[in-house]
Nanobody, 115 residues
Framework: QVQYVESGGGLVQSGGSLRLSCVAS????????MSWYRQSPGKQREWVAH???????TYGDFVKGRFTISRDNAKNTLYLQMNNLNPDDTAVYYC?????????WGQGTQVTVSS
């Protein structure tokens, strides 16, 4: 079973930036379309961004040009560069395939944006 380990979260001020990383435990990563998701307290998990196998990226409407998803298949790693963060971006961020592999959710990485 593939496992994902997310990192890179932290506490930043509004307008700040963070770069999240997600390392997959198996080399099949390069054959998987991958996404970032997030979950805020009291809310359902929502999709944030998607990277197709060829690297083509799509984003949730709320991203509005602030985030960039990328992948390094040689390192089995997915990235999310987040700029111009605001308090509404506060959440635990996860990576997974899309559609998600329900057995593969990791611990996520906490992003907290202060106003």
């Amino acid at each position: 079973q593939v496992q994902y380990v997310e990192s890179g979260g932290g506490l930043v001020q509004s307008g700040g930036s963070l770069r999240l990383s997600c390392v997959a435990s198996k080399s099949r990563f390069r054959r998987d379309p991958m996404s970032w998701y997030r979950q805020s307290p009291g809310k359902q998990r929502e999709w944030v961004a998607h990277s197709a196998i060829d690297g083509t990226a799509t984003y949730g409407d709320f991203v509005k040009g602030r985030f960039t998803i990328s992948r390094d298949n040689a390192k089995n790693t997915l990235y999310l560069q987040m700029n111009n963060l605001n308090p509404d971006d506060t959440a635990v961020y996860y990576c997974n395939t899309r559609p998600a592999n329900l057995a593969a959710w990791g611990q996520g990485t906490q992003v907290t944006v202060s106003s």
